[in-house]
């Protein structure tokens, strides 16, 4: 009479085995989200220093790619290609597994 008709000695322990796997999916779950908050992040930052270095560029034709150069180095990029087509700038940076590219249009001066 004291025994639960719902309660069997061999389904004791059941739990843990359940409770384990969950937790190593949360872990799972929990890494993935850190990783893809981290891939936003290096987008956004090599998006930031494109533009940056690209514009950089532009404005100072003489001293173009040293100038990209320090300004993505200063945005935590590092630039892997850098072109100077007829009027323009064209800047690729990576940050991380990130990268971006970026144009520019040189800045034209009027001497007098």
């Known amino acids: 009479m ?6 069997d000695r061999d389904d004791r322990g059941q739990i ?7 937790l190593v999916l949360a872990a799972g779950l929990a890494v993935l989200i850190v990783e893809l908050g981290q891939i936003a992040v290096d987008r956004a930052q090599a998006r930031t220093a494109a533009d940056a270095a690209a ?16 300004l993505a ?3 935590g990029a590092r630039i892997v290609s850098f072109d100077e087509p007829p009027g323009e700038v064209v800047v690729v940076v990576v ?18």
């Open 2 to 7: 004291g025994k639960h008709p719902f309660h």
């Open 16 to 22: 843990l085995p359940f409770t384990a796997l969950l």
């Open 55 to 70: 514009l950089a560029a532009a404005a100072s034709p003489e001293r173009a790619r040293a100038q990209a150069v320090r």
């Open 73 to 75: 180095g200063a945005n």
């Open 95 to 112: 940050v991380g597994r990130a990268s971006a590219t970026a144009r520019a249009q040189t800045i034209r001066t009027f001497a007098r």
